[in-house]
């Protein structure tokens, strides 16, 4: 997709996101299964119930602004995805994986706010406001799943690690 413009440039960037976002929808329940802590396991599955809510949002702003979204692939993802899978074949099941999982899920995080930080941006550039609120509860969504599971990590799971 050749950029040229600032327009084009919020169109790729909101479709890479839409595709970081799909391949995170795939990912979240590998990582649950993969974490020995319940609380982390069903960190992992509320926040995979909000990025399907953020797919959602993202197909109603393609609507509202009358766009039609590219079919790229995020290559940024597809690497953290990969790290992530990486983690769960190299450490056995417990709390050293846990604690590597919360590394991994906070990279991720960090991604998608910098992606919807950079959305918003361009979005209020270009006036399109209407989608705005959409755009910031996502963004909200994402840097509170950084909290938590940064919380998580701070708790138990790397003194269990720590002490394995």
Do not use: W
């Not at 600032?6 to 960037?13: A, G, K, R, S």
């Not at 393609?62 to 190299?90: P, S, T, Y």
């Not at 899920?105 to 941006?121: C, F, R």
Request: charge should be negative.
């Amino acid at each position: 997709m050749a950029v040229k413009t600032v327009e084009d440039l919020f169109l790729h960037e909101l479709s890479d996101t839409y595709s970081a976002e799909k391949q995170m929808t795939r990912s979240l329940p590998q990582m649950a299964r993969a974490a020995a802590d319940p609380q982390l396991a069903q960190a992992f599955l509320d926040h995979l119930e909000e990025t399907r809510g953020q797919v959602e949002r993202i197909d109603e702003m393609v609507e509202i602004l009358n766009l039609k979204l590219k079919r790229i692939k995020c290559a940024a993802m597809e690497g953290l995805v990969e790290e992530g899978k990486d983690l769960i074949d190299e450490i056995d099941k417990g709390p050293v994986l846990d604690v590597a999982l919360i590394g991994a899920a906070q990279k991720v995080e960090h991604y998608e706010i910098a992606s919807y930080t950079t959305l918003i941006a361009l979005a209020t550039k270009l006036g399109y406001t209407p989608v705005l609120p959409l755009l910031q509860a996502s963004l909200a969504e994402e840097k509170a799943t950084d909290d938590k599971l940064g919380k998580l990590g701070q708790a138990a799971a790397i003194e269990e690690a720590v002490q394995a």
